[in-house]
């Protein structure tokens, strides 16, 4: 694969990108930098099931949308090696600053995004997920985060990506020695996420507390969407779903699905005792705190509180 914006006149340029990013083994969406002209040049091949890019762009951004992570075949794992420039990346809830010599990994099942505010120079491996011995479940421990190249494994495995990736390039073919080296580059990149894994293992807690606080005050801002889910949360913040869960169940011991409920339930009840709505039917209530259905929130109430909505409205009337 070559492509080169160099070929196509500057009009051009950004829908070329855009439409080659589209079509990747991976699909992403180009986000240009507004107002600002776009260059960029990108040149890969594959070598047994892994995939070698390296290219060179202008700033801008790409993102795995929600959209394309439930539409196109995501069930691999990205590698991002910085070879010039920095971006920031986000997944899982976090937004790190990748600067050059570092690595960063992506799961492409799940939606991410990668923004450069100057110039990047970036070489990437894009391999299948059963290729590799961590889950994704484990991986999203790492995703978005700053993995050195200067040492440890990063060290050997940064010039041997460079050099697999010249060699994908090569339009004469690939013998099989080469097809050989590729799988041991999976195996170095096995093994350089085991090392971040066992680095992070006591660096997890403030991050998720972080994330927990975050996704709480999304909720609150909106219980009044009727489409506030447990999967639009956890893509909104660039979360498995099972990772979502999991953060629940530790943070406040429930479920996603029974913290809304009790939070639009409260919502409601404070409303039902608040003199100034008095205007407001107990169905306008329940609407305006994302209940769709008045029977279900008269249930939910009657079961959370011991009573109908109606009979606490004015109990609470008559105690003011």
């Known amino acids: 694969m070559v492509l080169d914006t160099a070929a196509v006149a500057p009009a051009d340029r950004i829908g070329y ?21 776009f260059r960029g040049w990108l040149r890969g091949g594959a070598l047994a099931d892994v995939q070698l890019c390296e290219l060179a762009v202008s700033p801008h951004g790409v993102a795995r949308t929600r959209r394309l992570a439930e539409t196109t075949d995501g069930a691999f794992f990205k590698l991002d090696l ?3 420039g920095a971006m920031v990346v986000r997944q899982d809830g976090r937004a790190t600053e990748i600067g050059a ?29 059963s290729a590799l011995s961590i889950s994704p479940e484990r991986m999203a421990r790492i995703t978005a985060t700053s993995v ?18 010249r060699l994908a390039q090569d339009p004469g073919g690939v013998s099989w020695e080469v097809e050989r080296a590729a799988h041991s580059a999976v195996a170095l990149v096995d093994s350089l996420c085991a090392a971040q894994l066992s680095e992070h293992r006591d660096h997890d807690a403030p991050g998720r507390a972080e994330l927990a606080r975050r996704v709480r005050a999304y909720i609150d801002e909106h219980l009044g969407d009727s489409d506030l889910t447990p999967d639009r949360i956890a893509a909104e913040h660039f979360v498995s779903r099972r990772s979502l869960y999991n953060l629940f169940e530790a943070d406040v011991g429930v479920s996603v699905a029974r913290w809304i409920r009790e939070r639009r339930l409260e919502r409601a009840r404070d409303d039902l005792a608040n003199p100034a709505l008095d205007d407001l039917s107990v ?33 609470a009337a008559e105690a003011a």
């Open 283 to 315: 169905t306008e209530i329940a609407l305006r705190h994302g209940f769709v259905d008045p029977a279900h929130f008269s249930r939910a109430f009657r079961a959370a509180y011991g009573c109908a909505p109606s009979r606490y409205r004015r109990a």
């Open 101 to 129: 010599g570092d690595f960063t990994i992506f799961d492409c099942s799940r939606p991410f995004s990668l923004t450069a505010s100057t110039p990047l120079r970036l070489l990437t491996c894009t391999m299948p997920q």
């Open 82 to 84: 910085v070879l010039a």
């Open 148 to 165: 050195p190249g200067g040492h440890g494994v990063g060290w050997l495995l940064a010039p041997f990506l460079d050099r697999l990736a």
């Open 17 to 37: 990108w855009a439409d080659a990013s589209s079509r990747m083994p991976v699909p992403l969406e180009f986000r240009p930098d507004p107002g600002r002209p």
